[in-house]
Antibody
Framework: QVQLVESGGGLVKPGGSLKLSCAASGFRFSDNYMTWIRQAPGKGLEWVSHISRSSSYTHYADSVKGRFTISRDNAKNSLFLQMDGLRAEDTAIYYCARGRLSFDYWGRGTLVTVSS | QSVLTQPPSVSAAPGQKVTISCSGD????????VSWYQQLPGAAPKLLIY???KRPSGIPDRFSGSKSGTSATLGITGLQTGDEADYYCGAWNSSLTVVFGGGTKLTVL
């Protein structure tokens, strides 16, 4: 069955960096766009970034552009999100999801807390 | 402030029908497909509807989606207490991103 498992979250100081990972299994990873979506505590969903099947195309929300970098390793069925210059407003649960226009599988998420 | 507008809350009795609206504009809902997600308390979101009105395998036909112009609607019939959750609409945006509504909390009285 399809599984997406995020890891790498934690507590980081403002201005710091963190790299999230998402391990995928149960489907042909290289055939799918992949997306990061976040949810601040008690708030709604916010699309963060997506990456095309071969990494040719990446797009970012304005709120993270220039600070976050999405990447993938199709050989290892893994998706990544490098987060630099973290701010308090980046505090959220970060979900890895399969898809581009709609998202049919989601991981359980990993919590990122940015605080001094 | 979310790009797509949803009512903050809706409620109905068990067995009844409820609809949740999602309003956008010509750069998102009016341009491309809408999807809907259910988020149960403490859980990750789950896809309910994609391409405006299609249900993934395993989603009961009590859930339906429709779209007209720049607005979309999620309908749920035969309400059950297990349907209590937050519901989100999402749509592709002309800026090559996805935008979501602010979410609607469904209470089954």
């Amino acid at each position: 069955q399809v599984q997406l498992v995020e890891s790498g979250g934690g507590l980081v100081k403002p201005g710091g960096s963190l790299k999230l990972s998402c391990a995928a299994s149960g489907f042909r990873f290289s055939d799918n766009y992949m997306t990061w979506i976040r949810q601040a505590p008690g708030k709604g969903l916010e699309w963060v970034s997506h990456i095309s099947r071969s990494s040719s195309y990446t797009h970012y929300a304005d709120s993270v552009k220039g600070r976050f970098t999405i990447s993938r390793d199709n050989a290892k069925n893994s998706l990544f999100l490098q987060m630099d210059g973290l701010r308090a407003e980046d505090t959220a649960i970060y979900y890895c999801a399969r898809g581009r226009l709609s998202f049919d599988y989601w991981g359980r998420g990993t919590l990122v807390t940015v605080s001094s | 402030q979310s790009v797509l507008t949803q009512p903050p809350s809706v409620s109905a009795a068990p067995g009844q029908k409820v609809t949740i609206s999602c309003s956008g504009d010509s750069s998102n809902i009016g341009k491309d497909y809408v999807s809907w997600y259910q988020q149960l308390p403490g859980a990750a979101p789950k896809l309910l509807i994609y391409n405006d009105n299609k249900r993934p395998s395993g989603i009961p036909d009590r859930f339906s989606g429709s779209k007209s112009g720049t607005s979309a609607t999620l309908g749920i019939t035969g309400l059950q207490t297990g349907d209590e959750a937050d519901y989100y609409c999402g749509a592709w945006n002309s800026s090559l991103t996805v935008v979501f509504g602010g979410g609607t909390k469904l209470t089954v009285l």
